[in-house]
């Protein structure tokens, strides 16, 4: 009966062993997603401030000779807000 009982305990730490592991795990999985989404919102805040800039330099379809490209009959620029 004694050799139960220790074989039992033993199940017992293994088990919990392996849970603090797995937990640990997808604690550090789950961190560096948000780590990648954080990343991405920053480039997108980036990304959004350099059209801002380029849409205020060049004016506001992005287009240096407008009037020629839509006289020959191309579409107009996508809008940049849509």
Not at 67 to 72: E, G, K
Request: charged share 25%; proline share 2%.
């Amino acid at each position: 009966m004694g050799r139960s009982r220790r074989s039992g305990g033993r199940l017992i730490r293994r088990t919990v062993a392996v849970s603090v592991l797995l937990s640990a795990v997808i604690g550090a999985a789950f961190s560096l997603l948000m780590l990648a989404i954080d990343d991405l919102r920053d480039s997108e805040e980036r990304a959004k401030h350099a059209l801002e800039v380029l849409v205020a330099r060049t004016g506001w379809s992005g287009w240096s000779s407008t009037s020629n490209r839509r006289s020959a009959g191309s579409s107009s620029p996508v809008n940049p807000d849509s």
